[in-house]
């Protein structure tokens, strides 16, 4: 197993994401026989941190990582969880939240604790003092109920700057989703050079993309090949995230023992990419978001022209997402922040900014899509 410095800590490059723990025949019910296997295999061949949730599972992962976490000694593995503030009406019970959360994990302590998914939606919220939240969770590190203290992010880099510019000289680490993916469409390589810059950690979440990096279809594996050829789509995947040394934990949402086995098999050692592979895996990338993205250049053209002044561009992003995503949360979270007159359905489809659109997007044809998929 790889391990990476983080303090005075000997942390596994591979951690176990208990966001997607193997389910029974329900579909919705954990496996708890089947997870606990999992556990011990993990421990067993050297990981040591383990991630959950509030909300992960219905609010039963942080249940399970109670009853089955507590078997092995307490200094055996590190524990994250997070404090839920992506659902607003948690602001303002951090306290009632955390005790709790020490209950279910069956804890005294936890390792690294996480002001969870900063986003547009709650990032007034998050740093609105009134709610007491900063506070209250510095208390505990002080008290020694939080050793490590940080966050984790889906908004946008303008987002996670605000948060940082208020909550970043007590952050400790912080969590982004990347891949190779979302290496520059959702902006993660600047959030790096920021986290770099401020000298934070990087802990990374999706690195498959919620299982969409497995499974690549015929043509992206056979490019992968070309780039690797002892590798696998999962496999190789990890290798990208093992090229960047900023980052610490790569959080892995396995369901299944062959996950975990295969997984640890890539992180018995490092083997990052070298320029000219990295140059090749960005290249995939871009034709691989090109079949699902429409080329909007922001030029803000549009714009100028839009008489519901529609933020055009980041609509088109937003859709953009949705269409890799293939639904997801992150952008039907954004568009619930908007005004509803900023929304795509305030499109009226008079196509002015389609005149001016330098790529001959269909714009109207986007929006209206957009509001359909949003309401289906």
């Known amino acids: 197993m790889i391990y990476k410095n983080f303090k005075d800590l000997k942390l596994s490059n591979l951690g176990v994401g208990m966001m997607r723990?193997?389910?029974?025949?329900?579909?919705?019910?954990?496996?708890?026989?089947?997870?606990?296997?999992?556990?011990?295999?993990?421990?067993?061949?050297?990981?040591?941190?383990?991630?959950?949730?509030?909300?992960?599972?219905?609010?039963?992962?942080?249940?399970?990582?109670?009853?089955l976490l507590s078997k092995y000694p307490r200094e055996s593995y590190y524990l994250a969880s997070k404090f839920p503030g992506y659902d607003l009406s948690n602001m303002g019970k951090v306290e009632e939240i955390f005790e709790r959360q020490l209950e279910k994990c069956q804890t005294e302590y936890f390792d690294f604790y996480l002001i969870h998914n900063v986003c547009e939606k709650n990032i007034n919220e998050y740093l609105d003092p009134?709610?007491?939240?900063?506070?209250?969770?510095?208390?505990?590190?002080?008290?020694?109920?939080?050793?490590?203290?940080?966050?984790?992010?889906?908004?946008?880099?303008?987002?996670?700057?605000?948060?940082?510019?208020?909550?970043?000289?007590?952050?400790?680490?912080?969590?982004?989703?990347?891949?190779?993916?979302?290496?520059?469409?959702?902006?993660?390589?600047?959030?790096?050079?920021?986290?770099?810059?401020?000298?934070?950690?990087?802990?990374?979440?999706e690195p498959i993309r919620g299982g969409k990096l497995a499974n690549v279809g015929e043509e992206n594996e056979?490019?992968?090949?070309?780039?690797?050829?002892?590798?696998?789509?999962?496999?190789?995947?990890?290798?990208?995230?093992?090229?960047?040394?900023?980052?610490?934990?790569?959080?892995?949402?396995?369901s299944s023992m062959d996950q975990l086995t295969d997984n640890?098999?890539?992180?018995?050692?490092?083997?990052?990419?070298?320029?000219?592979?990295?140059?090749?895996?960005?290249?995939?990338?871009?034709?691989?978001?090109s079949k699902n993205v429409l080329p909007c250049t922001e030029c803000r053209y549009c714009t100028e022209y839009c008489p519901q002044k529609l933020e055009i561009p980041?609509?088109?992003?937003?859709?953009?997402?949705?269409?890799?995503?293939?639904?997801?949360?992150?952008?039907?979270?954004?568009?619930e922040t908007m005004a509803d007159d900023k929304k795509p359905s305030a499109c009226i489809g008079c196509k002015s900014c389609e005149a001016v659109c330098p790529q001959n997007i269909k714009i109207s044809e986007a929006m209206a899509d957009f509001t359909n998929k949003l309401n289906g």
């Open 130 to 205: 009134k709610y007491g939240t900063l506070d209250y969770l510095l208390k505990q590190k002080e008290n020694g109920r939080i050793k490590h203290f940080g966050f984790s992010v889906h908004g946008t880099l303008d987002v996670t700057k605000r948060f940082l510019e208020v909550y970043g000289k007590y952050m400790e680490f912080g969590q982004i989703q990347l891949n190779y993916l979302d290496y520059e469409f959702q902006d993660a390589k600047a959030k790096m050079e920021l986290f770099k810059e401020l000298g934070i950690p990087v802990w990374v979440m």
């Open 264 to 289: 640890i098999k890539t992180f018995e050692e490092a083997k990052p990419l070298n320029e000219d592979e990295m140059r090749k895996t960005l290249d995939l990338a871009k034709d691989m978001l």
């Open 314 to 335: 980041e609509l088109i992003s937003l859709y953009n997402e949705f269409n890799v995503t293939g639904g997801g949360f992150i952008a039907p979270m954004r568009i």
């Open 21 to 67: 723990l193997p389910l029974k025949e329900d579909k919705i019910t954990i496996d708890e026989e089947h997870a606990a296997r999992m556990i011990e295999y993990a421990i067993n061949n050297g990981i040591n941190y383990f991630d959950t949730a509030w909300g992960y599972h219905g609010g039963e992962s942080e249940m399970v990582a109670g009853r």
């Open 222 to 254: 056979a490019r992968i090949k070309e780039i690797r050829n002892d590798e696998t789509p999962v496999s190789f995947a990890f290798r990208f995230l093992q090229s960047f040394p900023e980052v610490t934990v790569i959080l892995s949402g396995m």
